[in-house]
């Protein structure tokens, strides 16, 4: 390593100093294993294996950082995107673009889950929270051309706006998929999704997904 000088000399047999140790009993000196060796070692020798090891330590420390600097940012907890990103993201890949009330419910469902409690309380953390929302959602290019309706909408539902018939809900699936499960009560169908709430069963009182409709916002 640059800068420091162990006083090592390169031939023989490996041993250094006056006090001829041995090779491995330095090594053992650089991991903090050998206090004894301190009586033993020059004393110029000795600050340098403490340089050696603070120097260890700043690189160890700097590559836990990285390693977990690359896990959260996989997670998408890291912030590369702006709130406005994210939302356009999520109703460009989750909803039918040329329905503005599906984006809008869109919409609402991550701001719905952001205000929950249960799940990231921001915009970008639920939208790129891992399993959620379609895949490669935080990274695959959007098409500028079809982007202006879309900004349109995750602009209004960050100022506010929501759709209202939304009401709780915090999932939605693809309109023509049936799932089966008796704690599903829909609320809408809209933009090619159908959104619901989780109830316990006998709270369930639409069970179906109602008949789609458009045209709610923007009015």
């Known amino acids: 390593m640059a800068g420091v000088n162990l006083d090592l000399p390169r031939t023989g047999n490996h041993r250094y100093g006056d006090g001829q140790m041995p090779w491995m009993t330095l090594m053992d000196a650089l991991r903090g294993k050998n206090d004894g060796l301190d009586r033993q070692m020059r004393p110029e020798t000795h600050r340098n294996i403490g340089v050696m090891r603070h120097r260890a ?30 939302m356009e993201r999520a109703m460009y890949f ?10 809008i419910a869109v919409g609402s469902v991550v701001m719905n889950r952001a ?7 921001s915009v970008c953390g639920v939208v790129g929270q891992r399993g959620q ?25 960050l100022r506010g706006e929501r759709h209202p018939l939304i009401g709780n809900a915090m999932f939605f699936h ?5 799932a089966g499960y008796d704690n599903m009560h829909y609320v809408l169908v809209t933009g090619g999704n159908a959104f619901y709430e989780r109830r ?17 916002t923007g009015r």
Do not use: W
Request: hydrophobic letters at 30%.
């Open 200 to 216: 316990s069963s006998d709270r369930v009182t639409q069970p179906a997904p109602p008949a789609p409709i458009e045209g709610i």
């Open 174 to 178: 693809t309109a023509g998929y049936r």
């Open 94 to 103: 989750e909803s039918n673009r040329s329905s503005r009330d599906g984006m």
């Open 133 to 157: 929302f379609a895949r490669g959602i935080m990274s695959k290019d959007m098409n500028p051309k079809s982007l202006p309706p879309v900004r349109e909408a995750a602009r209004a539902v």
């Open 57 to 86: 330590s700043q690189i160890k420390t700097a590559g836990i950082c990285v390693l977990v600097g690359l896990a959260l940012s996989g997670c998408g907890l890291f912030q590369r995107h702006s709130p406005q990103e994210c």
């Open 115 to 121: 205000g929950s409690g249960q799940y990231p309380n």
